[in-house]
């Protein structure tokens, strides 16, 4: 009876702070009893229940079951609440104290040591994690030599026909600090650098903070992607970002903060004015029902000196972008989304300003649909003058930011969008189409197919040596799974486009083999 009252004391310590005048759910433990406190907190977690009868009948001796019960619950809690480190010390010795008991009610020890152990190191010590990606690349450096391009560099290489690069290696690590704060961070980048470091703190009303360099992607969380094509979001800031759940769904707002970094123009100058400026916005998320969610989310960029001239006609001031998204459940498998966006810049140079708006339909059909293969097909329509943060659809077009062809604000990393008029100002216009297959055959053999293409919505003027008219590209590959964690791809590309410009007749076509081997441990 004393290990029992002890088990009762102990449990009330594992417990967190408990109101300590709550109220007695127990008829027989009168409030001057040493364990009135420990039985009220217990109630109050749902750790201890009484009898029918409102009893605790503390006095009498434990049953196999009610001391099973106890500490399966007790385990339970400390699952839920991710107890600090303390707590689980307290456990650990708990399951010391009742050695013989658990033995006889046939509870392994040695399995309750072990699961104490897995919650312990998720509390007490660094959790390393990562990836790494190598990627081969053999492609054809075919354009119109009209161009009279120096560079040597491809829709799909930096350095000509040959790439051998390491195009990604991250390792996360993860401390928990105590019950409330985990620090997180990210080592990455060519100069393995962190690209991202932050805390991760639980505030009152299940609010979230996160405090650092973090990153944050709202298109993902409504599914209106597939690969690399996040619009806005999909980026790392530092600032503060808040998250509060409620019913039917989530709200989020954050405030961020772009230093200046050197000018490229004057290496001089410490600090550039033009690239500083805060990044706010605000989400809403609703979950109606399984079958119906919605979204309204906006994002706000302002500068310290809105004159900077980072497009050709018309430097870019302050801008903003709302958008509302929404998807359509038909059945677990099959959804239709899509989402439409308001825009709006100032030319920094005159103070002009343009609104331009976008929208994007989606179907996303899932393999269990079809039982071969799943279905992405996604169309866009974007106004002049619509601009994007991130460069999409740019999944297998990499390279580097130079000027080809002798053409300005020409970016290889952007070629797709830059072209289509996505990334840039200087066309009417124009639409995307994207279609994904994807062909799971079982856990090792994948195989995909995938087509991309812009069209632009008026002619180019003579003179801008490198625009075209369209952009598309042809993808097909397979992938192969050596261990749960290793997986090879190979696949081939065809990039394409074309132009009525005087300066390129016969636009680009050129293709790729990529051998890609991925590692994720």
């Known amino acids: 009876m004393k290990k029992f009252a002890a088990l009762v004391a102990v449990l009330a310590l594992i417990c967190f702070a408990a109101p300590a005048f709550a109220a007695n759910p127990f008829m027989d433990v009168p409030m001057n009893h040493w364990a009135y406190d420990a039985v009220s907190q217990l109630a109050s977690r749902g750790v201890v229940s009484g009898y029918p009868d409102g009893a605790f009948k503390g006095e009498w001796k434990a049953t196999r079951y009610e001391m099973a019960s106890v500490v399966a619950r007790a385990l339970a809690y400390v699952d839920m609440n991710k107890a600090s480190k ?25 399995e309750l040591d072990s699961r104490v152990a897995l919650l312990e190191e998720g509390v007490g010590g660094w959790k390393f994690w990562g990836e790494f990606r190598f990627d081969a690349k053999w492609a054809d450096r075919n354009f119109d030599e009209d161009c009279d391009c120096d560079d ?6 930096d350095t000509g026909e040959t790439d051998f690069t390491v195009s990604r290696y991250r390792i996360w690590m993860s401390k928990k600090v105590d019950d409330k704060v985990t620090f997180i961070a990210r080592l990455g980048g060519a100069d393995a650098t962190f690209e991202r470091y932050y805390l991760d703190v639980k505030l009152p009303w299940d609010a979230t903070m996160w405090v650092g360099k973090w990153n944050f992607d709202w298109e993902a969380e409504s599914g209106l992607y597939a690969d690399n094509d996040a619009w806005f979001t999909d980026q790392t800031l530092q600032g503060f970002y808040f998250n509060k759940p409620f019913n039917m769904g989530d709200f989020s707002i954050f405030l961020a903060h772009r230093e200046g970094t050197a000018c490229c123009d004057d290496c001089d100058n410490p600090y550039d004015p033009k690239t500083e400026g805060y990044v706010y916005g605000a989400r809403v998320d609703f ?7 919605m979204a309204v989310q906006g994002i706000v960029q302002t500068y310290a000196d809105a004159t900077w001239s980072n497009w050709i006609d018309g430097s870019m001031g ?59 097909i996604e169309y866009a329509s974007f106004d002049h003058r619509f601009k994007t943060v991130n460069a999409p659809y740019d999944e297998f077009v990499m390279g580097r ?49 995938r087509y991309v293409k812009f069209d632009l919505g008026a002619p180019i003027p003579n003179g801008w040596v490198g625009k075209f008219d369209y952009v598309q590209e042809w993808n097909i590959g397979v992938r ?21 410009n005087l300066d390129c007749d016969n636009g680009w076509d050129t293709n790729m083999i990529r051998l890609r081997t991925y590692v994720s441990f």
């Not at 307290?90 to 040695?110: P, T």
């Not at 040597?152 to 290489?157: A, G, R, V």
């Open 86 to 110: 303390q707590d689980l010390e307290l456990l650990k010795k708990l399951v010391v104290e009742f050695k013989d008991e658990l033995d006889a009610l046939g509870v392994k020890v040695d």
């Open 480 to 500: 192969y799974w050596y261990t749960p964690s290793l997986m090879f791809e190979l696949s081939y590309s065809d990039f394409d486009k074309e132009s009525n």
């Open 152 to 157: 040597t560099s491809t829709p799909y290489t």
């Open 287 to 293: 979950h109606f029902n399984e079958q119906f969610r």
């Open 401 to 449: 930011d130079c000027d080809v062809c002798n053409s300005p604000n020409r970016s290889i990393s952007h070629t797709l969008t830059n072209q289509g008029g996505l990334g840039g100002n200087y066309y009417d216009g124009g639409t995307a189409l994207l279609v994904r297959l994807n062909q799971r055959w079982n856990d090792k053999w994948e195989t995909f197919q």
């Open 318 to 376: 302050d801008w903003t972008t709302i958008w509302v998204d929404a998807g359509v459940k038909f059945t677990p498998d099959i959804e239709l989304k899509g989402a439409y966006f308001w825009q709006q810049w100032e030319c920094g140079s005159d103070g002009e300003e343009f609104d331009p708006n976008a929208w994007k339909v989606i179907l996303d059909v899932k393999q269990e649909a079809f039982g071969f293969t799943s279905l992405w």
